[in-house]
């Protein structure tokens, strides 16, 4: 073969770092996930970026910071297992445990445990050098996948049941009985595995950025984000109209308290029974402070989440997949293709066409924290005083269980002490 020929068909059609799709398989690992679409050419060859596209988007540091969320997860797995078993164990009396702050721990748990996973595991982000895992490929990507699926749609479901039931006692001044319960327990376990279901069925997870697999861009919003983001949003609103509902009593009742003093016996004793609504609904609302929180952090994080993520998909899949829209990321490839690469050159162009480092990080941080600020809302100091005085009685009873020391007789007499 004349040494023309053979570089011509040597030739390196997709210049450093892309690489030509032709030279990968067409199965396995996530292949929609590819940033492809770069560079084609008349005789449709096509380039594709490396994988993870995120060690070109971010500094070499990015890797590392990563691993904070999965850290601070570990502590939220030890908060999680520590009230669940105090729960478990100790007098309700003293851990003032409910069936809807149960409820909610596990899904909590779930998220927690989706972050702990690749710490133990480091899963492989990538199939091959343009392709990311799916859950099919990977097992740490499916676990992960679905326990973030169950986890993050049980928060919000558990979320909305918790001020649900807020919202009857006070508002509605209903004592809600065992119909409630039981149904609770139903859609908190039932409703999160459906859409699970759904989610493997028509979107599927893998290697989105980071190590913890989430939903695919196809049908995310229909399957996962919007469902997660409506029981959010619904558990924040009826928690709104229950804390306005009771500004309201609070401020009604002032009025009366205040005209109490000129008033006729009758118009007295409604007014004494206004203070007294308002003392009921004060205490109950005292008592139920924590799930207000709770239901802020949840939408916070479920709409930062989302945000994020669904953002950074669209993004780069918007401009790295039509080549009628490469113009965000022109400037980037040029500077890539001159350096042959060069990451830390070209990086100071990517601002246009992605989600910022510090935003990725920090709603992934919120989600690694829900944990620690479960145990911060549900823990008491009473759980402590219980755990002492069960361990207390189980030191005491093993103590009482050991043989009983024999009694000196006459052939057991202390040795004599010792003449100086």
Known sequence: MPLGEFANTTTVRCTPPLLDEALFSKTGGYQPGRYCGLGSFEDGTTCCFPCPIQDYLYPPEWKQQLRVPNYLSILSVILCCFLLLSFAVLPASHTHRHYLSVGLL???????????IPVAVDPHMCYDE????????????AWTGALVALGGLGCAIWVFL???????????????GRKFKWGSIIVGTVVPLIFLIALLAATGFSFRMGQTCLPNHENAIVTFWAWLVS??????????????YCIYIYVRSLRRERQRQSDNSIQRGEAIAKVETWKYVKNMFLLQWRNILVSIFT???????????????????????DPKNIKPVKTWIICLTLSRGDKEECRKYVKNFTVPQETVLTSLILASLVGIEIFIL?????MLRAWRDLL?????????????????????????????
């Open 106 to 116: 596990f899904p909590v748990l779930f998220i927690s445990l989706s972050f702990v």
């Open 130 to 141: 343009i392709t990311p895992n799916d859950m099919r490929s990977s097992h740490s990507c």
């Open 162 to 176: 918790r001020s649900l039931w807020l919202h009857i006692r006070i508002f509605w001044d209903r004592d809600l």
């Open 231 to 244: 029981f959010a949003i619904a558990g924040f609103l009826l928690q709104v109209v229950t804390t306005g």
């Open 299 to 321: 939408i916070v994080g479920s709409i930062a989440f989302f945000i994020v993520f669904w953002t950074q998909d669209s993004k780069l899949g918007h401009v790295f997949n």
């Open 378 to 382: 549900l823990f008491r100091v009473s």
């Open 392 to 420: 207390k009685s189980l030191f005491y009873r093993a103590h009482r269980g050991r043989p009983p020391t024999p009694e000196l007789t006459s052939l057991d007499l202390p040795p004599s002490p010792r003449k100086r």
